[in-house]
């Protein structure tokens, strides 16, 4: 297993996520353990997008519990439906937030916090098992792009 990921820092996102995917994949390739992968993909996005907050939440029974994270300090505990996170965990889908301050219902875990992406790691009885939080110092941040290539590094995460 490789200790650097391999990138164009100037590179434009989407030229970066396609570098990437492919060292994503082969990192998590031969371990088993959801924690530890999620911990080196949080290190991943954190080290190649410098984003101000990466991590995951696991969903256990009613609520979602922090994971691996990079970044300040986070919720500990999110409800369904409550927030971004619990939003996107109660639809099953991904939600991108172009300014949090806009968002009605908004957890503010970070005040720095100017725009976020939600994406859900669903496995294939399409049950939610963890949801993917990346946090941005900036407005309008995330875009399809990052929906994109979030969606396919979640799928890595389940079908390895």
Known sequence: MS????FTPNADKATRYKEIIPQIRSLVSSEKDMTANMAN????LK????????????VKESELVLGPFQGPIACTRIQKGRGVCGQSW????TIIVPDV?????HIACSSA?????VVPV???EDEVLAILDIDSEMNGFFDSTDKRYLETIAEILINK
């Open 3 to 6: 200790e650097t990921i391999f």
């Open 41 to 44: 993909i949080s290190a991943v």
């Open 47 to 58: 080290e190649v997008f410098n984003f101000l907050w990466v991590g995951f939440y696991f």
């Open 90 to 93: 109660a639809r099953g889908e």
């Open 101 to 105: 301050n806009s968002f009605q219902g």
């Open 113 to 117: 916090s100017k725009s976020e992406i």
């Open 122 to 124: 669903i496995n294939s």
